[in-house]
């Protein structure tokens, strides 16, 4: 008799009536009486009831359709077929359906205790004997052909691991430890995936090596991508609060480095330069020499890291970024000064690691466009400047009382207006097309600053200012 396991009897508390009603449409009764007396027999009933059902043989894939003529499921409306299979002891076996219908598989024992349930089902078998599937629809609605695959998951007894040759296990509960050999050193990739619990990897190494991941490799799996030298590893699979049972599967594979796989981690960037670099938890840092005043700009792009920039320079200069470059890549673009600077590359989070490339390149300026940063504005006047973290002071004098009108545009950054003067002190952030500035204000005669910004001193890049007036008339107040 095949034997249920203590989680097994928790989900029977849970889906009782699906299990009553099951036991109840398996027996070939003639009767409601004959078949409400099958639900409370006990053991020799419910076995009784895997008789006549059609057989599967494990490992061979069986074609079936769920139709409107199948048995019907009293708890949800769906319907479903059932299946008896012949299991052996120690075996972890795998069910999965394949087709057009959007449904579900169900493993019972012989008395008829519910297993496991899902779109792919997993469970090593505690005793031999004769088992139950089931194929139901995934609701009332769920009607098609399906394709019914069952496998044995052959599991590795061998505590070795090796590169481009993935080992499948089980953990249960408690965490499993493997070895690998680095012979050269190089760039490497270990992941751990699972379907049944929340994977977690660690990794020691030589010289007292330590990384860790959780959910790297996306959903619930663990990526550990990092330089490695020659050495013996320990790679210890685990569920990250110490509870997970289930299949896992290892891998441990070289990466490629692009380019000419050199990695650079420090030293100096010139203008039209690229490098690759390796991030695995400590800042790197870069010096870069400007001899050319002009606009620059600094990208960190990876696939592996959430990318971050700090850029610090000459009188106090500094600038940081995170995702200007577009997903998680960052960009600083500025006007830079000449002199001496430092590059700092990290993640966002520092707790990351992974491959990165850097790019500086000068940033051209439309053939039209003159920068100005400062100085007298007019009336009827437009310019362009560049922000970059503080704010730009023009003077603007009136000679009359005028509606004067002040429009901040700008593509790179959430644009801000200040006025001030003559007793006055007007602001703005989105009075214009979207994110851009405008202020339209009586002013009297006079001297006024006109200051220009960002909303934030983390957005740098270029701006249109464009200054018009008009008479108007207006006295002091008293």
Same mark, same amino acid.
């Given at each position: ?142 009607? !098609?052909? $399906? /394709? =019914?695959?069952? *496998? ?9 691991? +090796? &590169?481009? %040759? ?64 020659? !050495?013996? $590893? /320990? =790679?210890?699979? *685990? ?9 896992? +599967? &290892?891998? %441990? ?226």
């Amino acid at each position: 008799m095949a034997k249920s396991s203590p989680f097994a009897l928790i989900l029977v508390a849970v889906g009782g009536a699906v299990v009553g009603f099951l036991t109840a449409q398996a027996l070939p009764a003639t009767d409601a009486s004959a078949a409400s007396n099958t639900e409370t027999t006990g053991p020799d009933g419910a076995s009784g009831a895997l008789a006549g059902l059609d057989g599967v043989t494990l490992g061979e894939r069986m074609q079936g359709e769920i139709t409107a003529s199948d048995m019907l499921n009293g708890n949800d409306g769906s319907r479903y077929d059932r299946y008896v299979i012949s299991l052996e002891e120690g075996d972890l076996v795998e069910f999965s359906l394949r087709g057009a219908l959007n449904g579900v598989v169900a493993l019972y024992d012989d008395q008829l205790q519910l297993l496991n349930s899902a779109s792919m089902v997993r469970h090593r078998i505690e005793e031999g004997g004769d088992y139950m599937v089931v194929v139901s629809g995934g609701d009332a609605s769920s009607y !098609g052909p $399906y /394709t =019914l695959n069952s *496998r044995v998951i052959e599991l590795s007894d061998d505590n070795v691991l +090796t &590169l481009d %040759a993935p080992l499948d296990s089980w953990l249960a509960g408690s965490p499993s430890e493997f070895t690998l050999t680095i012979e050269e050193a190089g760039m490497y990739q270990l992941e751990m995936r699972s379907d049944e619990f929340d994977a977690y990897l660690e990794l020691d190494g030589p010289n007292g090596y330590h990384r860790e991941d959780d959910d790297s490799a996306g959903d619930l799996d663990a990526r550990i991508s990092d330089f490695l030298a020659p !050495g013996e $590893y /320990t =790679l210890t699979a *685990r569920a990250p609060y110490g509870e997970g049972e289930g299949l896992f +599967t &290892l891998t %441990a594979e070289p990466r490629e480095l692009p380019g000419d796989g050199e990695l650079r981690n420090d030293g100096a960037i010139v203008p039209d330069d690229s490098l690759n670099g390796w991030y695995s938890g400590q800042d790197l840092t870069y010096q870069i020499e400007v001899e050319e005043a002009g606009l620059y700009q600094i990208d960190m792009t990876s696939s592996d890291v959430d990318a971050y920039l700090v850029l610090e320079g000459p009188n106090g200069y500094y600038r940081e970024d995170d995702d200007s470059g577009g997903d998680l890549d960052a960009r600083i673009a500025d006007f830079l000064e000449p002199g001496t600077y430092e590059l700092t590359a990290r993640t966002a989070y520092g707790t990351d690691s992974g491959l990165f490339t850097i790019t500086m390149a000068p940033h051209a300026l439309p053939d039209d466009v003159t920068l100005r940063n400062d100085g007298a504005i007019t009336p009827d006047e437009t310019l362009n400047g560049w922000f970059n973290g503080e704010p730009l002071i023009y003077e603007l004098e009136l000679e009359e009382s005028s509606l004067v009108t002040l429009d901040m545009r700008s593509s790179d950054f959430d644009a801000y207006l200040e006025l001030e003067g003559e007793g006055v002190a007007y602001s703005d952030d989105d009075g214009g097309n979207g994110t851009d500035a405008r202020l339209q204000e009586q002013l009297l005669p006079g001297t006024y600053r006109v200051m220009a910004r960002g909303f934030s001193t983390m957005g740098s890049g270029l701006f249109e200012l464009e200054v018009s007036a008009e008479p108007t008339q207006m006295q002091p107040s008293m």
